[in-house]
């Protein structure tokens, strides 16, 4: 098991790192050089677009929490 742990420390980690990297694309980015990249596949307001990326980071840190940290917390403290 404990393979299994270090690869979701290591995997953790990679996911934070990503995480981090998002935000700091989407957050500090001007907001019309991403918008003026998708909107070029996608017909979709600034308020949608916004709203939906907001609402996928906020799903990408629910399945790091669920998949990763838990698991990982729990196999820290059987072994």
């Known amino acids: 098991m404990e393979p299994i742990a270090s690869f979701l420390g ?6 934070f ?11 500090s980015t001007p907001k019309s050089f991403v918008y003026k990249i998708h909107s070029h596949f996608f017909k979709v307001s600034h308020k949608d677009f916004a709203l939906t990326h ?7 840190v629910t399945f790091i ?8 917390l729990v196999l ?3 072994f």
């Open 10 to 15: 290591w995997l953790l980690i990679a996911n």
């Open 54 to 60: 907001y609402r996928a980071i906020v799903h990408h």
């Open 17 to 27: 790192i990503f995480l981090a990297f998002r935000i700091f694309i989407f957050g």
């Open 65 to 72: 929490v669920f998949f990763n940290l838990l698991p990982y």
């Open 76 to 78: 820290k403290a059987l």
